[in-house]
């Protein structure tokens, strides 16, 4: 049976991998060296320098490849280097269409970055496609899709999106960082490019920072990997170690932080001193329908806003959390919270932020795979 008809939990497991040709060790070795010895000058056996390939990165690259139902993974040295990575696909002139309520790291390298290089940046809402018809110009080169949305859980419609795109040049890359491709796989639905932060739930254990992309096509592949190795931003085999054995229980992990996203909503809604609770599992949630349809569960991000909330009432809840430790970052065992208008999205002008909902007091939960029970009991006593 081919490594394609696996099913995904043991695609997470077994997908991509072969035992070590050395020795047949299981899990791949950390191949901690820069360089590979020649026999005669250009004769190897397939790695001549790290930067170019490593053999535990092809490990990572192999398995994000099989997890996403892609072709090519490449990994990176943050998620941030990853997106870099894309966006180096353009020229001066071309223009970008993005989703405006964005992870505050991608706004600021799209801004800050790339627009002196005379790339143009839109954001819109992209709800409903028409917001995006509307920018589309012949120098549209790329749509950038965050989907859930960071940090108001909106869902956008990746097949909508991609059928826009279909019979055009315009490459669709979906940040899946969010979703994971246990609940969504957007190759399968249409786009050119799947992106991750790996830092967060392919890692799974707040333990290392990592970047990924997976495409299907040949050709695009072959560009990305060209900027990989030209601008350097690679993966370590270290890291590319931690995030393969994070791989491997994905699936067990996200199964759960889905269970207590969904006790943790409940709760949050249930509760008389919130006034809003943002999670796209709530029939009621405007982008229910497409989010049942696009993913197999909801996940455990959660964002809400005490009743008649300030600045300082988000500040003293967060900070009165126990279980909950109050960091930047998602994804991991352990449950956290954030504050976006102060840490996550502190780079976004308050303006621009509030347009899409990222008011002063809006509090944002990774919900970790704890004890439902003490979690809840946690925001309980924060709340109050
Ligand atoms: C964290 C994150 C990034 C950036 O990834 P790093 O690994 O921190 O560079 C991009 N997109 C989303 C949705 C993220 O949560």
Not at 135 to 148: D, F, Q, S, Y
């Amino acid at each position: 049976m081919g490594a394609k008809d696996l099913k995904f939990n043991t695609k997470t497991i077994h997908g991509g991998q072969q035992p070590d040709a050395a020795y047949g060790a299981v899990m791949p070795p950390i191949y901690q060296t820069s360089t590979y010895a020649q026999s005669t000058p250009g004769e190897h056996k397939g790695y001549e320098y790290s930067r170019s390939a490593n053999p535990t990165r092809t490990a990572l690259e192999n398995a994000l490849a099989s997890i996403e139902g892609g072709n090519y993974g490449l990994a990176f040295g943050s998620g941030l280097a990853a997106i870099d990575a894309v966006i180096k696909l353009l020229s001066p002139g071309d223009e970008v269409i993005s989703t405006n309520d964005l992870y505050g790291g991608s706004y600021r390298i799209f801004k800050k970055i790339f627009e002196k290089f005379g790339i143009i940046f839109h954001f819109v809402g992209m709800q409903g496609v028409d917001a995006i018809k509307e920018k589309i110009n012949v120098n549209t080169k790329l749509i950038w899709v965050e989907t859930p949305t960071n940090p108001m859980m909106n869902i956008i419609d990746i097949r909508a999106v991609a059928d826009l795109v279909e019979h055009t040049e315009i490459i669709l890359a979906v940040d899946n960082t969010f979703a994971t491709p246990y609940l969504q796989l957007p190759l399968h639905l249409g786009a050119d490019i799947v992106m991750h932060s790996a830092t967060k739930y392919l890692g799974g254990h707040s333990d290392t920072v990592v970047g990924a992309l997976v495409v299907k096509d040949k050709e695009l592949a072959e560009r990305l990997y060209f900027i990989q190795n030209a601008s350097g931003a690679i993966c370590g085999p270290m890291d590319s170690f931690l995030v393969l054995r994070g791989i491997k229980t994905l699936h067990v992990r996200m199964q759960r932080h889905c269970e207590n996203g969904r006790a943790v909503a409940e709760y949050l809604r249930s509760n008389p001193k919130i006034e809003k609770v943002y999670w796209p599992g709530f029939v009621d949630h405007p982008n229910h329908e497409i989010a049942k349809v696009q993913m197999n569960d909801f996940g455990g991000m959660i964002s809400f806003v005490p009743k008649g909330g300030s600045y300082e009432d988000a500040i003293k809840i967060v900070e009165r959390l126990q279980v909950f430790t109050l960091a930047e970052s998602l994804g991991g065992v352990e449950s956290l919270a954030g504050h976006p208008a102060s840490m996550t999205h502190a780079s976004i002008p308050k303006e621009e932020r509030e347009k899409s909902g990222v008011v002063d007091a809006l509090i944002r939960l990774s919900v970790g795979i704890e004890d439902v029970e003490d979690l809840i009991a946690d925001l309980e006593q924060a709340i109050d």
